[in-house]
């Protein structure tokens, strides 16, 4: 896939306000490995207080929480879905998203855009964040 702008955003006070309805973030492609963004990500959202849901192919824990296989596998709401996965899978990512129906929040970080899966997850009436990292975002506002 061709690198894209994202053409689907959120502005900073949508940002603030996704922040502050948000209690549950399932983490797609959270890594065990601590060296990785979105383990440090993970670890940050953590400990200013969300409840951190690592969705991983692999091990059974990460950061002391349950790992799940995928999206669809949680068994409880998830407020937003924080995608550290390459831009030709975050289509699929918001499929699973909008099959559960209690996703609110699709967000891809830094260097992730997939315009199309944005539209659909606009129109499913999600909210959309592209190419922005949560723990930037969140330690800038907070």
């Known amino acids: 896939m061709e690198c894209e702008f994202a053409t689907i955003n959120s502005n900073k006070d949508e940002i603030k306000e996704i922040f502050e309805n948000t209690k549950t973030i399932a983490i797609i492609g959270c890594s065990p490995d601590s060296s990785k963004a979105s383990n440090k990500v993970a670890v ?16 059974d824990e ?13 068994p409880f709401k998830v407020d937003m879905v924080d995608i550290f ?8 990512v918001v499929d699973e998203a909008i099959k559960r129906g209690d996703v609110d929040i699709i967000w891809t ?9 944005a539209k659909k997850a606009k129109k499913a009436g999600m ?7 949560t723990k930037i975002e969140h330690a800038a506002i907070y």
Do not use: H, M, T, W
Request: charged share 30%; with cysteine; net charge positive.
């Open 44 to 59: 940050y959202l953590k400990n200013v207080g969300f409840k951190i849901v690592p969705v991983y192919p692999k091990e």
């Open 62 to 74: 990460i950061l002391g929480e349950k790992v799940y296989r995928s999206l669809g596998d949680i």
């Open 85 to 92: 996965r390459k831009p030709e899978v975050i289509d699929k």
């Open 109 to 117: 970080q830094l260097g992730l855009v997939n315009n199309d899966a």
């Open 127 to 133: 909210k959309v964040v592209q190419n922005n990292c």
